[in-house]
């Protein structure tokens, strides 16, 4: 009945999931007889304790049933069957590409990520970690993280910023969570609009109110952020998303004079700094007012998406509610990550990544503005990974989005990131270029 290859370990589990597999397909009806213990043993050269175990193994998940003196048959089990085919079926399929060219999405080609030195710098943390690795991550992180990270913020950025104050966080999302338990929940929060949907879906999801502030080639109008009553504004001032604006610095220090004017802060997210192609960074705003901003930063877009690891700098009153609210819980990120971050950092590879990852994208850039030269007016501020595209002539926004699709591209515009109605944003693809490949 039975021809089934076990191999030399496991073999009673290997028999289990055999038997098991066969049921779940269908082929193994309801009702059907196994064979006995004995007989089954002998056909596949095993012991019959081997198929003694098999057989209880698959009684215990309900499997099979048993008569006394007639064996074991199986049960009905069709509903879970189909159940478990779809989803072996999806976890194993290949996702199948649906577009020649995804200029939404936008990963680091994997070609750029550095997997020889990580490799080489996971192989020393165990060396040199061992059984540190294994313990109790303190709140905030590990502090030979922290301060890796707050030496290269200096190197990179001019912060100067105190490595306990740091915060790591298992990404962007996770942090903006944390946010909200510092602030509160009946804080209200301004974010950008066109914007960045998942900052105020994740606000939303944390219990806290939110509330869109139109932004303009100048970064978020702060005229009208001081008129919806906000505590606290998010903003991307070095290249906002999906705009590009950059926010100067007049328009900083009022942003700064208006978290001054009360109990308000400012949450600067600098998610994609380190990506300015042309020229030094920008100065910070954390640097203009480091008690009224929150600083934070992920390594999604220098890394790898499936980094999730990010940071926050935080003032110092807000350092202190931090550990007041978490100094008995331990950080979600393993510290296996982390020491292997931090010797990237240390070892200066991350700069070394970056640069060559800022010479690749200026060859992406240039072909991408060759081949759109004529077609449409592009708006490229030299920062960031995605640059906007004009198209007067077109009819609308669909019209833009369809005739890319047709063309096998997958692309979105302005008014796709609109959080609340606002004009001056029609025939404007958005070109997130850092996933394309020269």
Not at 332 to 349: D, R, S, T, Y
């Amino acid at each position: 009945m039975f021809n089934f290859k076990l191999g030399k370990k496991n073999k009673y589990y290997t028999l289990y999931s055999e038997i098991r597999k066969e049921i779940l397909r269908g082929k193994l009806k309801e009702g059907t007889k196994l064979p006995s213990k004995r007989s089954l043993a002998e056909d596949l050269g095993v012991s019959v304790v081997t198929v003694q175990l098999a057989y209880e193994q698959l009684f215990a998940e309900g499997y099979v049933r048993t008569e006394e003196r007639k064996g074991y048959f199986v049960e009905r089990v069709e509903s879970i069957a189909a159940t478990v085919e779809s989803r072996k079926k999806t976890l194993c399929e290949p996702q199948k590409k649906q577009y020649k060219i995804d200029l939404v999405k936008g990963s680091t080609p994997a070609h750029m990520f550095p997997f020889s030195t990580w490799a080489k710098l996971i192989r020393l943390v165990l060396a040199d970690c061992g059984e540190h690795l294994l313990e109790r991550v303190p709140c905030g992180g590990d502090y030979e993280l922290k301060s890796a990270i707050s030496d290269y913020l200096y190197r990179s950025r001019g912060i100067d910023a105190d490595p306990e104050r740091i915060i790591i966080g298992a990404g962007s999302e996770h942090l903006y969570g944390v946010i909200v338990q510092l602030l509160g929940r009946d804080t209200l929060f301004a974010v950008e609009n066109p914007g960045y949907g998942k900052i105020s879906s994740t606000y939303s999801l944390n219990g806290a109110k939110w509330v869109a502030v139109d932004v303009d080639e100048r970064g978020m109008n702060i005229e009208k952020l001081a008129s919806v009553g906000a505590d606290a504004a998010h903003v991307s001032p070095s290249h906002q998303f999906p705009t590009g604006a950059v926010m100067p610095v007049s328009v900083r220090s009022k942003l700064i004079n208006w978290a001054e004017r009360g109990e308000r802060f400012v949450i600067e997210d600098d998610y994609d700094s380190e990506f300015r192609l042309f020229g030094k960074p920008l100065e910070s705003t954390y640097a203009l007012c480091p008690e009224k901003v929150i600083y934070m930063n992920t390594f999604s877009k220098s890394l790898a998406p499936s980094m999730r690891l990010g940071y926050m700098v935080l003032p110092a009153a807000l350092y202190e509610k931090y550990m007041s609210l978490f100094s008995t819980s331990a950080n979600i990120v393993p510290l296996f990550e982390q020491k292997a971050l931090a010797a990237m950092l240390n070892g200066g590879h991350f700069e070394r990544h970056i640069s060559r990852l800022k010479n690749y994208y200026r060859g992406v850039r240039k072909k991408l503005l060759e081949r759109l030269d004529g077609i449409c007016e592009v708006r490229d501020t030299g920062s960031g990974l995605h640059v906007i595209a004009k198209f007067p002539q077109a009819k609308d926004d669909g019209e833009i989005k369809a005739q890319a699709l047709s063309r096998g591209v997958n692309i979105r515009c302005l008014s796709d990131y609109l959080l609340s109605p606002m004009e001056g944003v029609e025939k404007c693809a958005v070109i997130n270029y850092s996933g394309l490949t020269l």
